[in-house]
T-cell receptor, first 112, second 111 residues
Framework: SQTIHQWPATLVQPVGSPLSLECTVE??????LYWYRQAAGRGLQLLFYSVGIGQISSEVPQNLSASRPQDRQFILSSKKLLLSDSGFYLC???????????FGPGTRLTVT | GDSVTQMEGPVTLSEEAFLTINCTYTATGYPSLFWYVQYPGEGLQLLLKATKADDKGSNKGFEATYRKETTSFHLEKGSVQVSDSAVYFCALSLNFNKFYFGSGTKLNVKP
């Protein structure tokens, strides 16, 4: 069966510090991968998605970037965090368009 | 453009009450439709899905029917429990690589 992991689960970082969040998927190959951000009490904002190694589509111009160095690894990064980057970050995977997405447990990021 | 609209929350019900959370969609093609549930501090879990018109998705007592004529996918449950308290998201996916989520509806069930 397929499993999706995210780490860390919780992170507190000062403004201006770098960020690296990692997501890995097990039990499937060539998945579509997604990064979402969820502000407190709000809906989901799609940040990036990837249909293959090295292929990244950005949905919202911002302080963040994403990379996919391996088939089942998706990384969210920032060189300098802003207060507005605080939120709950969710990684998800799917088999492709029209299929359901499966979500990881999320990373709670607080920028102080 | 493609989008999902779901009813504003929070919805507060007593245990064993009937639940309906409305969801309507706009799509340029023939989408697959989903309901997800999110418990506090957790990721989203797929609750049910329907891939074509008139399909009924069901799971854990929850049901939703894909209504093409009304572009709707309302979530229903006959008798809610306290453990059903969570945020529910309606979503659609077309034959490309994006999902569209509604804004979420928070459900509070009181004993």
């Amino acid at each position: 069966s397929q499993t999706i992991h995210q780490w860390p689960a919780t992170l507190v970082q000062p403004v201006g510090s770098p960020l690296s969040l990692e997501c890995t998927v097990e039990g499937t190959s060539n998945p579509n991968l997604y990064w979402y951000r969820q502000a407190a009490g709000r809906g989901l904002q799609l940040l990036f998605y990837s249909v293959g190694i090295g292929q990244i589509s950005s949905e919202v111009p911002q302080n963040l970037s994403a990379s996919r160095p391996q088939d089942r690894q998706f990384i969210l990064s920032s060189k300098k965090l802003l207060l507005s980057d605080s939120g709950f970050y969710l990684c998800a995977w799917s088999k492709g368009g029209g299929y359901e997405q499966y979500f990881g447990p999320g990373t709670r990021l607080t920028v102080t | 453009g493609d989008s999902v609209t779901q009813m504003e929350g929070p919805v507060t019900l007593s245990e064993e009450a009937f639940l309906t959370i409305n969801c309507t969609y706009t799509a340029t093609g023939y989408p697959s439709l989903f309901w997800y549930v999110q418990y506090p501090g957790e990721g989203l879990q797929l609750l049910l899905k329907a891939t074509k018109a008139d399909d009924k998705g069901s799971n854990k007592g929850f049901e939703a029917t894909y209504r093409k004529e009304t572009t709707s996918f309302h979530l229903e449950k006959g008798s809610v429990q306290v453990s059903d308290s969570a945020v529910y998201f309606c979503a659609l996916s077309l034959n490309f690589n994006k999902f569209y989520f509604g804004s979420g509806t928070k459900l509070n069930v009181k004993p």
